[in-house]
């Protein structure tokens, strides 16, 4: 496995069980002295919840096709309730440590 396959699984693990991100904005304005400044810093935490889709394909590239192709979108949905208690259930545990 190449290292553009590993980071393709990667993103998609991550994305098929969602992830927290952070965005940070920053404005700038000229402090009159040839230089610039920082006048404003906006700091927003954003929650990416889990993909069904991406899970469903990150199995299909394990070679687990089979058995995802057999779910119906009630067990689809409980699957991805499932992944999404373990990500919180991880989060959580992370925040603690």
């Given at each position: 496995?190449?290292?553009?396959?590993?980071?393709?699984?990667?993103?998609?693990?991550?994305?098929?069980?969602?992830?927290?991100?952070?965005?940070?904005?920053?404005?700038?304005?000229?402090?009159?002295?040839?230089?610039?400044?920082?006048?404003?810093?906006?700091?927003?935490?954003?929650?990416?919840?889990?993909?069904?889709?991406?899970?469903?394909l990150l199995i299909e590239l394990n070679g687990e096709t089979s058995d995802i192709e057999k779910l119906s979108d009630e067990e689809l949905e409980k699957e991805?309730?499932?992944?999404?208690?373990?990500?919180?259930?991880?989060?959580?545990?992370?925040?603690?440590?």
């Open positions: 496995m190449d290292n553009g396959e590993k980071n393709l699984k990667k993103a998609l693990k991550k994305r098929a069980l969602g992830y927290d991100s952070t965005e940070v904005t920053e404005e700038y304005q000229d402090d009159g002295e040839g230089g610039v400044k920082l006048v404003k810093r906006k700091v927003v935490k954003k929650n990416v919840p889990p993909d069904v889709s991406a899970a469903k991805k309730q499932r992944l999404l208690s373990l990500y919180i259930k991880e989060n959580y545990d992370n925040q603690k440590k």
